[in-house]
């Protein structure tokens, strides 16, 4: 059991179990009791602040706890954690608030997922009624950030679940964001010699690296380059420098100790990555990424969806079905997850031709970044409003003079519907690396069988 000894407001003994074999945990709606944020608001923010606005160990609850939620609802939720220490700046507020992911999915019968404001908190009822609470959450916040890092000296957590309450987190946490994003898109690839990797979500992705430079955020949104400096400087076992080494392909973004750096942290799993292009080598991702940018090989173009849009894309799949298939920490060619301020990096899939190539997205993606997509470009991107299939993106891009390729297009669309997609669509085509064997890793895993049997044919000569 935890020990919550210190920590104000949760003196009784914690009813679950708390340890890293949790974070894999999965929870379906039907065995959760509540839902916090997804449908709901759901937001975090963690701050750096002075020693005197901290009272040490505290959890403050402002609404309702799960005693007085009705099973089976959504609730808005807002948590924010005042951390303290004298070896502590600014910068590294980004990397401990991406630790509140891993932190609280540590939690038995708890199940955490995305960051910043498209938080989704899943509790199972088992938990609840063991006596789980939301100060308990809190409370082993507070203690697995004290006992990893140890430049913090003081934490405090607010949790809220009155819409009202979190409304007015969300709207200052965005405001942080914000600023935080436009410090670091002052930065240029150019002007470092070193990246930083993140290994961070390598329990749910066993091969992901993370790459981060000043032009590329991480997946998850969460962690800029100057984020990254500020962890390594801490002790931040995840995160570690990645010398850029000699370029070997600038406009695709290659770089020697990129490569090195990947190989090393994969094992291998993957040897060569391109920065800034879609194809044959893209950034993996794992399942935290805010954003899928994907090939539509009938229109020679890309779409982009973010986690936050639930409807389908042109080819009948929603974000969450990509991301099952591709969140795997493999790469996939003509697929790769971004952080969102990656769209509006300067070198956004430069090697591809960046945004002349992008022919969808969701309305409310394309209007929140109006001021970063090339005028010439908006009017002639389609969103879910414009094109729900295939044949109405081609109809909608032809009408706009986009240069679709005949032959491309009379190549790859087919007759055949795959039974998940609904009429008029397909599935897309994920060009993945073909590999004769097949490598399997368990990190922090624990496997029981009664029984295994592992068969395989015998290799051909053809």
């Given at each position: 059991m935890l020990n919550l000894e210190g920590v104000r407001g949760a003196e009784m003994e914690f009813p679950v179990d708390v340890d890293v074999i949790y974070e894999g945990e999965r929870i379906s709606r039907d065995e959760a009791f509540v839902e916090l944020g997804g449908k709901s608001t759901g937001v975090e923010l963690l701050r750096v602040t002075l020693p005197e606005y901290i009272e040490d160990g505290t959890v403050k609850l402002k609404g309702a706890d799960f005693s007085e939620m009705e099973a089976g609802k959504s609730y808005p939720f807002g948590l924010f954690v005042k951390i303290t220490g004298e070896r502590l700046e600014e910068d590294v507020e980004g990397v401990l608030e991406r630790r509140i992911h891993e932190f609280i999915s540590y939690i038995q019968g708890v199940v955490h997922r995305n960051s910043r404001?498209?938080?989704?908190?899943?509790?199972?009822?088992?938990?609840?009624?063991?006596g789980l609470t939301l100060k308990h959450i809190g409370a082993a916040l507070i203690q697995l950030l004290k006992k990893e890092y140890k430049a913090i000296e003081k934490a405090e957590v607010e949790i809220f679940t009155q819409g009202e309450e979190v409304?007015?987190?969300?709207?200052?946490?965005?405001?942080?964001?914000?600023?935080?994003?436009?410090?670091?898109a002052k930065l240029k690839d150019e002007e470092v010699d070193v990246f930083y990797g993140c290994a961070m979500c390598q329990n749910h992705a066993a091969n992901h690296v993370c790459i981060i430079s000043p032009s590329r955020i991480s997946g998850c949104g969460v962690i800029s380059w100057l984020e990254a400096r500020a962890a390594a400087k801490i002790g931040e076992g995840a995160i570690f420098e990645v010398p850029k080494g000699s370029i070997i392909d600038e406009n695709k973004g290659e770089f020697e100790g990129v490569n090195k750096a990947v190989t090393d942290k994969s094992r291998g799993a993957?040897?060569?990555?391109?920065l800034h292009s879609l194809f044959d080598y893209p950034h993996t991702q794992c399942s935290c990424t805010q954003a899928i940018i994907f090939y539509i090989p009938e229109v020679d173009g890309f779409g982009i969806v973010d986690s936050s849009f639930k409807g389908k894309t042109p080819f009948g799949m929603s974000f969450s079905t990509l991301m099952k298939q591709i969140g795997n920490g493999a790469q996939h060619s003509g697929f790769t997850g971004v952080g969102l301020a990656y769209l509006r990096s300067p070198k956004f899939l430069q090697g591809d031709g960046g945004w002349s190539r992008v022919v969808w997205m969701p309305s409310h993606l394309k209007s929140d970044l109006r001021d970063a997509i090339p005028p010439e470009v908006y009017d002639r991107i389609a969103t879910e409003k414009d094109a729900c299939d295939l044949k109405a993106l081609e109809n909608f891009l032809r009408a706009r003079g986009y240069p679709i390729p005949?032959?491309?297009?009379?190549?790859?669309?087919?007759?055949?519907?795959?039974?998940?997609?609904?009429?008029?669509?397909?599935?897309?085509?994920?060009?993945?690396?073909?590999?004769?064997?097949?490598?399997?890793?368990?990190?922090?895993?624990?496997?029981?069988?009664k029984k295994l049997i592992i068969t395989g044919e015998k290799e051909k000569n053809i």
């Amino acid at each position: 059991m935890l020990n919550l000894e210190g920590v104000r407001g949760a003196e009784m003994e914690f009813p679950v179990d708390v340890d890293v074999i949790y974070e894999g945990e999965r929870i379906s709606r039907d065995e959760a009791f509540v839902e916090l944020g997804g449908k709901s608001t759901g937001v975090e923010l963690l701050r750096v602040t002075l020693p005197e606005y901290i009272e040490d160990g505290t959890v403050k609850l402002k609404g309702a706890d799960f005693s007085e939620m009705e099973a089976g609802k959504s609730y808005p939720f807002g948590l924010f954690v005042k951390i303290t220490g004298e070896r502590l700046e600014e910068d590294v507020e980004g990397v401990l608030e991406r630790r509140i992911h891993e932190f609280i999915s540590y939690i038995q019968g708890v199940v955490h997922r995305n960051s910043r404001d498209k938080v989704l908190i899943r509790v199972g009822k088992n938990a609840v009624e063991k006596g789980l609470t939301l100060k308990h959450i809190g409370a082993a916040l507070i203690q697995l950030l004290k006992k990893e890092y140890k430049a913090i000296e003081k934490a405090e957590v607010e949790i809220f679940t009155q819409g009202e309450e979190v409304e007015k987190l969300l709207a200052q946490a965005r405001e942080v964001y914000r600023s935080r994003d436009e410090k670091a898109a002052k930065l240029k690839d150019e002007e470092v010699d070193v990246f930083y990797g993140c290994a961070m979500c390598q329990n749910h992705a066993a091969n992901h690296v993370c790459i981060i430079s000043p032009s590329r955020i991480s997946g998850c949104g969460v962690i800029s380059w100057l984020e990254a400096r500020a962890a390594a400087k801490i002790g931040e076992g995840a995160i570690f420098e990645v010398p850029k080494g000699s370029i070997i392909d600038e406009n695709k973004g290659e770089f020697e100790g990129v490569n090195k750096a990947v190989t090393d942290k994969s094992r291998g799993a993957t040897t060569k990555v391109y920065l800034h292009s879609l194809f044959d080598y893209p950034h993996t991702q794992c399942s935290c990424t805010q954003a899928i940018i994907f090939y539509i090989p009938e229109v020679d173009g890309f779409g982009i969806v973010d986690s936050s849009f639930k409807g389908k894309t042109p080819f009948g799949m929603s974000f969450s079905t990509l991301m099952k298939q591709i969140g795997n920490g493999a790469q996939h060619s003509g697929f790769t997850g971004v952080g969102l301020a990656y769209l509006r990096s300067p070198k956004f899939l430069q090697g591809d031709g960046g945004w002349s190539r992008v022919v969808w997205m969701p309305s409310h993606l394309k209007s929140d970044l109006r001021d970063a997509i090339p005028p010439e470009v908006y009017d002639r991107i389609a969103t879910e409003k414009d094109a729900c299939d295939l044949k109405a993106l081609e109809n909608f891009l032809r009408a706009r003079g986009y240069p679709i390729p005949q032959d491309r297009v009379e190549k790859h669309i087919s007759t055949e519907k795959p039974e998940e997609a609904p009429p008029g669509q397909r599935q897309p085509i994920v060009h993945a690396p073909t590999r004769r064997h097949v490598k399997l890793t368990f990190i922090n895993s624990e496997i029981r069988f009664k029984k295994l049997i592992i068969t395989g044919e015998k290799e051909k000569n053809i």
